[in-house]
Every structure is written in C-alpha cells, then in structure tokens.
C-alpha cells in the first residue's frame, strides 16, 4: 500500500441505489431583520484588513460600504446596509459556475476531472498545480475554476461566456452585467491566471484554448452583482436548484449538494478549516469583498465589505455571517442533547 497520492483519489463510495434524503430543519425567519441590523451595526467600525491592490481598479473602491442580505428558501430577503450597491462577483462566481458544469457533465466526470480537495495554499498558487501533477485539485481556487469554465457548454469562446452569464444570471433572478471597467483592469493584471492556463494546458488538463479560457474566467469575476443577488444564488442552492424569488429550476438538487460540498471545504481557501471551526457552513469569497454562505434547507446570507484578510476573504463578511451563523442556527455540526429522552 502507497500512501503518496496525485492528490486526487476518491474515497470508496457504494451507495448510488439508496435514495438521499435530506438533513432537515427550519429557519427562525421571524428574527432575521432584527439580527441582520444587529450584526451590521456591531461590525461597521472594523477597518481592519486591506483592500485587493493586485487588480488596480478594486484597490481604489470605498472601503467602508457594508450590506449584509439573507434570503429565506421561502423567498423573501432582507437585507441591512447597501444591499443594492453594486460590485463585481469575482471568485464567488467559481461556485456558480462549477454548478452550471456538475448539471452539464455529472458527478463523476466533474469530480475526476476538477478534484474537491484543499490544496492547502493561497487561491493563485503555481506551486499547487505543480505538487500535484498539474491537477487543478478543486473548483474554488483559480487553477481549478480556469479549467471549470474550459468545461461550459458552448462550441465557440463567445458561446461559452453567454452561457455563463445566462446561468449565473438565473441564479441571480435577473440579468447580470459585466462591469467593463473591471474586466480591463483585471485583463491587464492577469498574467498569473494566464500562465495557470498554460500550465493547465502542459499537463495536458485543458482542452481548448487556455487564453480563451482565461478570459472567459475573467468576464464571469466581473460580472456585477450586489448583496442582494448573492443571497438569491446562494439560495438557489439551499433550495435544491430553484431560485426561491424566480421559482425557475436551475440546478438540481443533486448538483447543489455537490456544489456545497466542494464550497464548504475550498470557499475561503486556506482558511476553509479554520472557517467551518468557527461558523460551520459551507461559504464562498470574493476578492472584491462579497462572501456568500449557504444554510441548505433554510437560505442564504450575502454580505459586502472590501477589506481582506491574507487570504483575500471579507472581514467584516465574515464577522456578520458568524453572527447570523450562531444566532440563527446555521451551523451544521450544532447539535443540542435530544429532548425525548
Ligand atoms: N478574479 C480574481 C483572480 O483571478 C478572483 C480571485 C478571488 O476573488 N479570490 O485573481
């Protein structure tokens, strides 16, 4: 027996004949307002972290802008702060994305291809791909989400962008746009993510035009969405596929339990542990400073703030949705004594 691995070996797995039913639970909705104001009035004087300098133009928006917004699976969504103020999705779109390609090509193609494991280091590593034979490991970090969208329906690069604006944009509720001003600056500073591609593409993991690829990942991280939009997708997928505002299915439920799975361990990078340690559900930032978490079942909190930890996740997001967390019940490894007994 070899313990060394290309990092990628799936676990044993001898169940598809047995029907997945789901972890239940419901949301005490009836609070939400009052700890969405609760939660942003307590964290709107952390300045603490920087913002995203390596793409010039996000280096120069407002700092202090804060919107936290939580959409119920029933369909209503509240919101606290700048809700609408508009902002591009960047790596959150990665979960999206990935969701749209587990619904085209399934399960296992997806997971031998992409991968759902921790790489363990920062979401742009080189040296990540390369400790790993030049598998891309998972869908969250930039290496793995390049070969995603390479994955997208669509026989031409124009085709492929269409689709996943379309897609994202059913998940949004309403059509999303891209913010060109963002996409230039991004354009200009993505080398990195271009030389991703064509280490991708030497390993052989890369079908088409890594270029092509690349700017296509590109175009979906500057895509604009606001707190608002992040709490609809996110409960897109806490409401097995069917955007809770649209009623429009846009995944399967197979493809959101899927989809979570792989955010809950690679959402917030190398932070991922430390994150489901503390808050316990499966969560995805942007460097932008959007961060989206999931509570399956029950809905979806968005949130906006710019300023980043080391890992390029939200600060004050990520101290909002620990509140609601906590305060809501979100945690999915919570468990109170049974009551019967
Ligand atoms: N577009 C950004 C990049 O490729 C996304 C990174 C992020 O949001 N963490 O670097």
């Given at each position: 027996?070899?313990?060394?691995?290309?990092?990628?070996?799936?676990?044993?797995?001898?169940?598809?004949?047995?029907?997945?039913?789901?972890?239940?639970?419901?949301?005490?909705?009836?609070?939400?307002?009052?700890l969405?104001?609760?939660?942003?009035?307590?964290?709107?004087?952390?300045?603490?972290?920087?913002?995203?300098h390596?793409?010039?133009?996000?280096?120069?928006?407002?700092?202090?802008?804060?919107?936290?917004?939580?959409?119920?699976v029933?369909?209503?969504?509240?919101?606290?702060?700048?809700?609408?103020?508009?902002?591009?999705?960047?790596?959150?779109?990665?979960?999206?994305?990935?969701?749209?390609?587990?619904?085209?090509?399934?399960h296992?193609?997806?997971?031998?291809?992409?991968?759902?494991n921790?790489t363990?280091?920062?979401?742009?590593?080189?040296?990540?791909?390369?400790?790993?034979?030049?598998?891309?490991?998972?869908?969250?970090?930039?290496?793995?989400?390049?070969?995603?969208?390479?994955?997208?329906?669509?026989?031409?690069?124009?085709?492929k962008?269409?689709?996943?604006?379309?897609?994202?944009?059913?998940?949004?509720?309403?059509?999303?746009?891209?913010?060109?001003e963002?996409?230039?600056s991004?354009?200009?500073?993505?080398?990195?993510?271009?030389?991703?591609?064509?280490?991708?593409?030497?390993?052989g993991?890369?079908?088409?035009?890594?270029?092509?690829?690349?700017?296509?990942?590109?175009?979906?991280?500057?895509?604009?969405?606001?707190?608002?939009?992040?709490?609809?997708?996110?409960?897109?997928?806490?409401?097995g596929?069917?955007?809770?505002?649209?009623?429009?299915?846009?995944?399967?439920?197979d493809?959101?339990?899927?989809?979570?799975?792989?955010?809950?361990?690679?959402?917030?990078?190398?932070?991922?542990?430390?994150?489901?340690?503390?808050i316990?559900?499966?969560?995805?930032?942007?460097?932008?400073?959007?961060?989206?978490?999931?509570a399956?079942?029950?809905?979806?909190?968005?949130?906006?703030?710019?300023?980043?930890?080391?890992?390029?996740?939200?600060?004050?997001?990520?101290?909002a949705?620990?509140?609601?967390?906590?305060?809501?019940?979100?945690?999915?490894?919570?468990?109170?004594?049974?009551?019967?007994?």
């Open positions: 027996m070899s313990f060394t691995s290309d990092g990628n070996e799936s676990i044993p797995t001898d169940f598809d004949d047995v029907v997945q039913q789901v972890s239940t639970g419901t949301l005490a909705h009836q609070r939400i307002d009052e969405l104001l609760e939660a942003h009035e307590r964290y709107a004087d952390v300045d603490e972290g920087l913002l995203a390596y793409i010039p133009i996000l280096g120069q928006v407002e700092p202090d802008t804060f919107a936290i917004s939580m959409s119920h029933g369909g209503t969504v509240h919101g606290a702060g700048d809700c609408h103020h508009q902002f591009s999705i960047q790596s959150i779109s990665k979960m999206f994305v990935y969701a749209l390609v587990l619904q085209e090509h399934g296992e193609a997806v997971h031998e291809k992409i991968g759902v921790n363990g280091m920062p979401f742009n590593s080189v040296m990540a791909v390369e400790l790993n034979n030049g598998h891309p490991m998972n869908p969250m970090v930039n290496a793995g989400a390049i070969a995603t969208t390479e994955m997208i329906a669509g026989k031409s690069a124009a085709k962008w269409e689709n996943v604006r379309e897609g994202l944009s059913a998940f949004a509720g309403r059509p999303l746009t891209l913010d060109d963002v996409y230039e991004e354009s200009e500073a993505n080398e990195r993510n271009k030389a991703l591609g064509r280490l991708l593409k030497s390993y993991r890369l079908d088409g035009d890594p270029n092509n690829a690349v700017d296509t990942y590109t175009k979906q991280c500057s895509l604009n969405v606001t707190a608002h939009d992040l709490a609809v997708m996110g409960a897109t997928l806490a409401d596929g069917i955007n809770p505002v649209t009623g429009q299915q846009v995944v399967s439920a493809v959101c339990r899927d989809t979570l799975a792989a955010v809950a361990t690679n959402g917030l990078y190398e932070r991922s542990g430390d994150w489901l340690f503390e316990g559900i499966p969560a995805k930032s942007g460097v932008s400073g959007g961060i989206v978490a999931v399956p079942g029950k809905g979806a909190i968005g949130a906006f703030s710019p300023r980043l930890d080391m890992a390029g996740n939200s600060v004050r997001g990520q101290l949705i620990g509140h609601l967390s906590r305060a809501l019940g979100l945690n999915l490894f919570a468990s109170a004594p049974d009551s019967g007994r």
